[in-house]
């Protein structure tokens, strides 16, 4: 009932604007990743780019402009004469070997709320093998709290513009439910960034076999906060890279006759309309939207948020990205202000990327640093908001593997999962028993 009448509502905005036909199925067969040298010219560049048919990776453009172009705009790309590397040869082999895309209509399709849904058998490493479907994270979540029942519950915060539920879980300790400050975990706001699911269930996972098995830093953990974590806070957006477009990155919200989605991470109502680090035009990857926070996902997870904020505070808020190998503290609006607390978040996560470089053989590096420096102008984005709204002591954004577009940036292996998963427990072990 529920949905039916979620659908009433959204139907009058559908038929207002022309749906635009964005259903045909992208392979990137033949697409080169490259990676252009700037030198200080990114934005001169990146307009001559946007007469290709091509997909930009990042935008911080001020060295490098990473891209995935499409073969018969390859001639044009080289007639350019621009400095560059090649970083994939054929991305769309690329993605036939991570394995997770299989096309069909990615539709506006609901599941069953995850009450629906029966547990299955508790579920085990073999999980993160593989990158999985939407439903099938649904189904994870529902087993995992099956085996966790007195100290856990599933949590669904809201739904997206298509219907689809954003589901989580509530993970607590001795004190019993909603008696300490919050962390809370965000994962998949951009939709191609499927590592952040799969990482942010690692952790899930870890902490509830941890203290299951009595583990005694794992009890002081969860003894210590409530835990609240939503693997995939962009349903729509991301059905749609697993059915449709691998690359794709927003929303699927229906804006104009032409153009589709808004970058959730640019929505956020906190100095939503400071120039420079959001677009307004609705066809561009950070589209911010008509007003602060006037997406469905965004408003479910504002709400959400604020009701920790009322309850006992949020102690930790982590947005998981990917790529680039970052620890990035607030601000993304203002490269000029710093948080009150930088210190300790800048000591907190020099740790934490210490514990990374620990955790295996390969020494993997992690680069802590405030957003707006470190990378780009970002307006309207999630830690900022967590920060100077939410009161969150400690608000990061961290960007997962690769380091670079080299490394097939999005499309991260599935062998690498395990090996993120674990160096980013060693990097949250150190966080929430020092923080
Ligand atoms: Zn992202």
């Known amino acids: 009932m529920k949905v039916l009448a979620l659908f009433s509502l959204i139907a009058p905005l559908a038929s207002a604007v022309v749906i635009p036909d964005t259903d045909k199925v992208i392979t990137y067969d033949g697409y080169r990743v490259v990676r252009i040298a700037t030198h200080g010219r990114g934005q001169a560049i990146e307009k001559r780019l946007k007469t290709l048919n091509a997909v930009q990776y990042n935008f911080d453009t001020q060295e490098r402009i990473e891209i995935a172009i499409a073969p018969e705009d390859l001639r044009k790309f080289e007639k350019m004469k621009l400095e560059y590397e090649v970083l994939d040869e054929d991305l769309g082999a690329s993605i036939v070997a991570e394995g997770g895309f299989s096309p069909g209509s990615a539709g506006r399709k609901t599941i069953s709320s995850l009450n629906e849904l029966t547990p299955a058998a508790f579920p085990d490493l073999t999980w993160f093998n593989a990158y999985q479907t939407f439903e099938k994270h649904q189904q994870w979540l529902v087993d995992i709290q099956s085996g966790f029942p007195e100290n856990s519950e599933l949590i669904e915060v809201g739904r997206s513009y298509e219907g689809r539920p954003i589901n989580g879980i509530h993970l607590w300790g001795k004190g019993g439910k ?27 996972y870890n902490l ?20 609240y974590i939503l693997p995939v806070v962009n349903p729509d957006g991301f059905v749609y890279t697993q059915k449709t477009n691998r690359l794709w990155r927003k929303s699927r919200q229906v804006r104009s006759s032409s153009c589709i989605g808004t970058d959730i991470n640019r929505n956020w109502p906190f100095k939503w309309d400071t120039p420079g680090g959001s677009s307004k035009n ?133 062998n690498q999962i395990k090996p993120s998963g674990e160096e980013m427990w060693q990097g949250m072990l150190h966080l929430l028993t020092t923080m």
């Not at 509830?208 to 835990?227: A, K, P, W």
């Not at 295996?360 to 920060?387: E, H, I, N």
């Open 178 to 204: 909603d008696s300490k400050p919050a962390v809370l975990w965000h994962g998949t706001v951009h939709a191609r960034e499927w590592i952040s699911a799969m990482v942010v269930e690692y952790l899930t």
């Open 208 to 227: 509830i076999t941890g203290y299951s098995l009595n583990d005694t830093q794992v009890h002081s953990i969860l003894d210590n906060y409530d835990f």
């Open 282 to 414: 609705a066809c561009d990857e950070t589209y911010r939207g008509e007003a602060a926070g006037d997406t469905p996902e965004n408003t479910a997870l504002t709400k959400h948020a604020e009701t920790l904020v009322a309850n006992k505070g949020i102690k930790l808020y982590i947005d998981w990205h990917s790529f680039s190998q970052l620890i990035l503290l607030p601000y993304g609006y203002d490269c000029n202000r710093q948080v009150d607390n930088y210190e300790r978040q800048m000591s907190l996560a020099n740790g934490v990327a210490s514990a990374i470089a620990g955790a295996s053989s390969a020494k993997t590096r992690f680069k802590p640093g405030a957003t707006c420096p470190s990378l780009y102008k970002a307006v309207g984005g999630s830690t900022d908001w967590m920060q100077d709204v939410g009161k969150a002591e400690i608000s990061w954004c961290i960007e997962l593997r690769p380091s670079g577009g080299g490394g097939n940036g999005f499309i991260l292996p599935a």
